[in-house]
């Protein structure tokens, strides 16, 4: 099955920290653009950061600017999410997907996996 394997979330305080990663299964990710994505309850899906295939240029939107950083294995088909200095408000469901680039409207993203939960409480 062709999709995208998220894992790594959990309940953590503010302030803290969790890494994500996002497996490729049955595809090779090399030749795409990775984007992690988040929803909350509530609340349409957004985009969080990016990662290009060719260059590695990161994009991260500004709310996590500073907090979070992207990076991507090709040898062990996976990109990460490391999240620092986390806050209430980034609760949702990150998700990960594949694109022909950062630039791909969001509809376009293919492969999405299931998401794993991230909670930031108290």
């Known amino acids: 099955q062709v999709q995208f394997v998220e894992s790594g979330g959990g309940l953590v305080q503010p302030g803290g920290s969790l890494r994500l990663s996002c497996a490729a299964s049955?595809?090779?990710?090399?030749?795409?653009?990775i984007g992690w994505f988040r929803q909350a309850p509530g609340k349409e899906r957004e985009g969080v950061s990016c990662?290009?295939?060719?260059?590695?240029?990161?994009y991260s939107r500004g709310s996590v600017k500073g907090r979070f950083t992207i990076s991507r294995d090709n040898a062990k088909n996976t990109v990460y999410l490391q999240m620092n200095s986390l806050k209430p408000e980034d609760t949702a469901v990150y998700y990960c997907?594949?694109?022909?680039?950062?630039?791909?409207?969001?509809?376009?993203?293919?492969?999405w996996g299931q998401g794993t939960q991230v909670t930031v409480s108290s």
């Open positions: 997907a594949a694109a022909p680039g950062c630039g791909t409207p969001v509809p376009e993203y293919h492969y």
């Open positions: 049955g595809f090779t990710l090399d030749y795409y653009a």
């Open positions: 990662i290009s295939s060719s260059d590695g240029s990161t």
